[in-house]
Each structure stands twice: as structure tokens, then as C-alpha cells.
């Protein structure tokens, strides 16, 4: 079981607004305290020795809207966040990894495709999950290899018409991707 199953979203989301629960120094093990700093509430180490500064920051993630006859690529989730919601492959990047092979890194594991990316597309950000606030960068790729099969962290994966898109979309930044190329693309 790994720290996103133990917890729902409700109490991930109140991690998520408590500085994720930190309350020791990564660097020298003393207590964080709260204060104010350039604006905003960070934890701060109340060693006068160590002077770190906790920065809660985004999560880059990325991924790639995949099209094939006029309809579009979307996998089912097998872990929470909202399992059993549909979203466009993406993922976390890795440390080191560019946002694109991260894009081609996702759809394989989530797919068992391997895409070519063709363009970027848009970078949103994410703030409805609550494991973190993500910017997602998507392209636009093209399926060139692989068997379409869910793998990895996808309980099912097809494609949809844009007419009969499922209910259940996991993430408001994916709801605006798809209608910002519906727009750009199909209208």
C-alpha cells in the first residue's frame, strides 16, 4: 500500500493545505514553525543555525493528447485520486527527465502505446488534486508503436468520440484541454 491509498482525498487535500505535514527540518531535524515570509505562510526551521526555508511549490507533470480517427485517447484510473475517473495519459516527471520524454514515458506505461510527439499544446495548472498542485504541460502526439492495452496505473483504455466523451473526468485542468482542442481543432 503505498501513502496515496492510506489516505483519502479530503484528508490528502488538508495535508496538502498544512504544508503537506512536514514539521522537522530535512536538513538538521529541528522543528518548522510558520511564519511569514515574502507574503506568503512558510515552515521555516527554528534553528538559527540551519536557515532553511520550506517552499511549497507545484509538481510538473505532463502528458499527450493522442488522437486517432476524430477521437481521443483517455485511460481510467486505477489509483487515487478518483479511480475509476477517465483523464488524458500524464504523469509526474521524473527527476532529471524532460517534460517530453515524460509525455512518451506516460502513454507507454498507461497505454502500452508508443506515441511520436508532434507539438506542444498548452501547459495548465492543476490545483484539484489533492496530492499536489501540478503545472501540466501537454502535447500533441501521434500513435506510431505498441498494442493499446492498460498497464501501469490504468484500469481501462480507449478511445472516445468527442460527442460521447465519459462522464466522469478526473481533473478540471483535462476538462479545459479538451475543450481547448475542441475548440482549436474541431470547431
Same mark, same amino acid.
Not at 26 to 47: F, I, N, T, W, Y
Not at 152 to 169: C, G, H, M, N, Q
Given at each position: 500500500? &503505498?501513502?496515496?491509498?492510506?489516505?483519502?482525498? =479530503?484528508? $490528502?487535500?488538508?495535508?496538502?493545505?498544512?504544508?503537506?505535514?512536514?514539521?522537522?527540518?530535512?536538513?538538521?531535524?529541528? =522543528? $518548522?514553525?510558520?511564519?511569514?515570509?515574502?507574503?506568503?505562510?512558510?515552515?521555516?526551521?527554528?534553528?538559527? &543555525?540551519?536557515?532553511?526555508?520550506?517552499?511549497?511549490?507545484?509538481?510538473?507533470?505532463?502528458?499527450?493528447?493522442?488522437?486517432?480517427?476524430?477521437?481521443?485517447?483517455?485511460?481510467?484510473?486505477?489509483?487515487?485520486?478518483?479511480? *475509476?475517473?477517465?483523464?488524458?495519459?500524464?504523469?509526474?516527471?521524473?527527476?532529471?527527465?524532460?517534460?517530453?520524454? !515524460? @509525455?512518451?514515458?506516460?502513454?507507454?506505461?498507461? !497505454? *502500452?502505446?508508443?506515441?511520436?510527439?508532434?507539438?506542444?499544446?498548452?501547459?495548465?495548472?492543476?490545483?484539484?488534486?489533492?496530492?499536489?498542485?501540478?503545472?501540466?504541460?501537454?502535447?500533441?502526439?501521434?500513435?506510431?508503436? *505498441?498494442?493499446?492495452? @492498460?498497464?501501469?496505473?490504468? $484500469?481501462?483504455?480507449?478511445?472516445?468520440?468527442?460527442?460521447?466523451?465519459?462522464?466522469?473526468?478526473?481533473? =478540471?485542468?483535462?476538462?479545459?484541454?479538451? @475543450?481547448?482542442? !475542441?475548440?482549436?481543432?474541431?470547431?
Amino acid at each position: 500500500m &503505498n501513502y496515496h491509498d492510506r489516505f483519502d482525498d =479530503e484528508e $490528502l487535500f488538508h495535508l496538502k493545505d498544512h504544508q503537506c505535514g512536514y514539521r522537522y527540518c530535512p536538513r538538521c531535524g529541528a =522543528e $518548522l514553525s510558520l511564519r511569514k515570509l515574502d507574503g506568503h505562510q512558510r515552515m521555516v526551521c527554528s534553528s538559527e &543555525n540551519c536557515g532553511f526555508i520550506y517552499y511549497q511549490n507545484p509538481v510538473p507533470a505532463a502528458g499527450a493528447i493522442v488522437i486517432k480517427d476524430d477521437r481521443i485517447l483517455l485511460v481510467k484510473r486505477a489509483h487515487p485520486p478518483r479511480i *475509476g475517473w477517465w483523464c488524458i495519459p500524464a504523469g509526474f516527471m521524473e527527476w532529471r527527465e524532460h517534460p517530453r520524454e !515524460t @509525455a512518451v514515458r506516460e502513454l507507454k506505461e498507461e !497505454t *502500452g502505446l508508443t506515441v511520436e510527439l508532434k507539438s506542444f499544446f498548452e501547459v495548465y495548472s492543476g490545483t484539484d488534486d489533492p496530492r499536489a498542485n501540478a503545472v501540466l504541460l501537454l502535447y500533441l502526439a501521434d500513435e506510431v508503436g *505498441g498494442e493499446l492495452q @492498460a498497464a501501469d496505473d490504468a $484500469l481501462d483504455v480507449r478511445y472516445f468520440s468527442f460527442d460521447d466523451l465519459p462522464e466522469k473526468i478526473a481533473f =478540471e485542468a483535462h476538462h479545459q484541454a479538451l @475543450a481547448d482542442y !475542441t475548440k482549436r481543432y474541431r470547431s
